[in-house]
């Protein structure tokens, strides 16, 4: 697979394995052994970059990831995430950047992920509570140190990316971006060109409804966080097979899956930009790193920007209290 640069050095492949969903947030979860095969399946497909948080689960998944690349930790890049709240095991209301919980943080995550290093350690949402020069500092302590090797945000918004980088480079910025979520376009992305910033898009498949195989009569698992998401609506997801219907038939005359499609629309718009799409399926992940070599030209470009533009997004991505905790 291609290789692609995020911020001041930091070599990946040019599409990511998101690993939130396969111990957290999306119901029933696969057996812990296929998932570990499934991790080494993506590193021998090409795939050096995955994504992890001590908030999946809690901590479920880096367990997981740590197990499953330890055996080829010096060929992958492994990016895990601080700054929500946990007690006893649970994830509770709230948010922590303080910087002493930021090292608590990176010492228990190392463990975890039985390694030596993060490679790159975001703050997975801006803390209101704590400056961002703050959260900068105590990260850059821990890359003086050789326990985190880059710094990353999550959903921040670019005043407070730009206070942040002036303290500690910023490598990259984590946020949701697709074919139905497009406000990063507005000002994130401007800035993070102008700063020499990464940028990694999550749910590039929009949870899952762009790759076609739902609608509005799919049912989730009880435990599925899809179910709390007004865009998931059965209502939502109705109005919104608009926009499967028109990236599909721009897939059928490229002879692709609309997923890959999506991917391919995504990795044209910037050459520093890296997907990572989760899956727990072989077959998901094979069609996923085909996108990688699917050649989009400005004419299609184009067409699928208009295609998406014409189909009015139904539903917000997040309760208004989750969606309260982005972009600031």
Request: charge should be negative; proline fraction near 5%; charged fraction near 25%.
């Amino acid at each position: 697979m291609q290789k692609r640069t995020l911020g001041n050095g930091l070599e990946v492949s040019a599409l990511g394995l998101g690993c939130m969903g396969m111990s957290h947030a999306y119901g029933v979860f696969p057996d812990r052994k296929e998932m570990i095969s499934l991790l080494h399946a993506s590193v021998e497909r090409g795939i050096t970059f995955f994504d992890t948080a001590e908030v999946y689960g809690p901590f479920t998944n880096e367990d997981l990831v740590g197990e499953g690349l330890a055996a080829v930790r010096d060929r992958v890049v492994i990016a895990t995430k601080f700054g929500f709240r946990i007690e006893n095991g649970k994830q509770v209301p709230g948010l922590d950047s303080r910087p002493e919980h930021i090292r608590a943080v990176a010492e228990a995550s190392l463990k975890r992920l039985r390694t030596d290093h993060i490679d790159l350690f975001y703050q997975h949402r801006v803390d209101p509570e704590v400056p961002i020069e703050d959260v900068a500092g105590a990260v850059g302590e821990l890359i003086r140190e050789g326990k985190v090797r880059h710094f990353g945000m999550s959903e921040a918004a670019a005043a407070t990316i730009r206070r942040a980088h002036a303290v500690q480079p910023v490598t990259a910025l984590q946020s949701e971006y697709s074919l139905w979520w497009r406000r990063p376009e507005v000002e994130v992305l401007p800035t993070l060109e102008e700063l020499g910033i990464g940028f990694v898009p999550y749910s590039p498949l929009g949870r899952g409804f762009l790759t076609g195989t739902m609608d509005a009569n799919t049912k989730f698992e009880s435990n599925d966080f899809r179910n709390t998401l007004p865009r998931f609506s059965e209502e939502a997801r109705a109005a919104n097979q608009a926009l499967v219907e028109r990236i599909a038939a721009v897939a059928k005359d490229k002879r692709a899956t609309p997923a890959q499609i999506a991917l391919a629309w995504l990795l044209a718009q910037k050459p520093w930009i890296v997907p990572i799409p989760g899956t727990t399926k072989l077959s998901r992940l094979e069609e996923n790193i085909e996108a990688a070599s699917i050649a989009l030209s400005a004419d299609d470009l184009a067409d699928i920007s208009r295609a998406a533009e014409s189909v009015p997004i139904e539903g917000d991505r997040y309760t208004a209290q989750v969606e309260a905790m982005t972009n600031r």
